[in-house]
């Protein structure tokens, strides 16, 4: 994208550069909150639903009844790559600023996935490769706490 | 229930980047020769519906602009949806119903070439685990391909085959951006976009629009000498946590295709909203659709996906067919969000 408005000599188009923004603040709730505090400590927690299943990340209502959901537990920083895909052309934003894996990580004791970057050559990338959490040196409990995913040598 | 019918339909011919025009200029001739189509007058519509999005467009509330291609003046009953025109056809649909209206005019349109597309739709995920983030609408297709193949729902070389078929299709739909295709070997032997997809397995960017008359019982019979009737119609949602869907398979397309009715006569064909070749086996699966039902004669979004039309084409092009006595009973699907996660189901039927 140009910098500023131009035009381009051959159709004499005006354009100009399409800035995307949602310059809004959130507040992230007593589970959500719970999680990206839980982040910021360098470990994981889930929610258990109606079921007794965790979930993890956790939310405040049970996705499929809508219960209001409050049991916190804590979840394992490992866990297992369940599918993935593979990023070669990473964009401004995403975890990594090389070509990485997506992965749906079921870390142990949950019983669902959370979808983030897995650190590993494409030739690596296997489903069901067991993986560990990597944090941010410096966390100030939010989603970046977690840099990525990484096999677990 | 009032009997509810398209009787006229319109689209642009969709590009890559229809850089030298605005949504307004975009869509004018369309609005244009969809009204000419119908039989009415400028001023003989009881309710106008859009869909559009602002992200695309760059601005908020831009569809208000894009009421200057239609003409408000005498004032007119109007509403919009920031969604895929399909839901704005649903909701002229239940306008009719209620009896506020006879007859009317629906439109959508997208310029989805300005900016990173993939990048912008990364926006409609989950604002507090999945944004963060930035995956775009590629890497989520990616992923969801991923677990389809592995649950056997479809493999890379039935994706090749869906790519070719879809885009060799096309070929006699002058609308359609891709017409040409690779045969399904060579598309094989392409290196991955996003492993396990393949640039083929992607639906273009495009910019385009489409518009549609609708009306009621024995005003769209005058109108129209073989209306495409309304027979059923119904969305639903899936949850919009990826962590928490199956992504092989589409719960909210079986919920709405039974409300809908898709399986109360035979299926002769189906235009599915499929923006990446796996949703099509996926859609097939929920939709109970057996093999022999042709999908997509029209080349479908894996040929000209213009954003926030695409789903509503999908109708027009149904409705065509049974405006000509091609078929007389066919689906069509639109779908919004990422995976298939928003779906809409229309079972369009022609009589005699």
Known sequence: ?153 | MRDVAIIATAQTKHVRSATTVNEVELIQPVIQEVIERSGLGRHDFDFTCSGSSDYLAGQPFSFVMTLDAVGAWPPISESHVEMDGAWALYEAWVKIQTGHADTALVYSYGKSSPGDLPRVLSRMTDPYYEAPLWPTSVDIAALQARAAIQAGVTSEQAMADIAYRSRTSAAANPFAQLTTSAQPLALMDEEYLADPLRRHDCAPITDGGVAIVLAAGDKARSLCSRPAWIRGIDHRADGHHLNFRDLTTSPSVRIAAEKAGVANGPVEIAELHTCFTHHEPILRSALGLGDDVEVNPSGGPLAANPMMAAGLIRMVEVANRIHSGEVSRGVAHATGGHALQHNLIAVLEGEG
């Open chain 1, 1 to 153: 994208m140009p910098e500023e408005a131009t035009t381009s000599g051959e159709e004499d188009v005006l354009r100009a550069p399409l800035v995307l923004e949602y310059p809004f603040k959130r507040t992230t709730g007593p589970v959500i909150g719970a999680f990206l505090t839980a982040l910021r400590e360098g470990r994981f927690i889930g929610i258990e639903d109606d079921q007794g299943k965790v979930l993890c990340p956790p939310v405040e209502y049970d996705p499929a009844s809508g219960a209001s959901l409050t049991k916190l537990v804590p979840v394992g920083s490992e866990g297992e790559v369940l599918f993935w895909s593979w990023n070669q052309s990473v964009r401004d934003g995403q975890p990594l600023d090389h070509p990485f894996a997506w992965a749906m990580v079921k870390l142990d004791g949950a019983d669902t996935p959370m979808m983030h970057a897995v650190d590993a050559p494409h030739d690596a990338m296997v489903t069901g490769l067991r993986v560990r959490a990597k944090f941010a040196e410096e966390r100030i409990g939010s989603m970046d706490d977690l840099l990525c995913f990484e096999p677990v040598s």
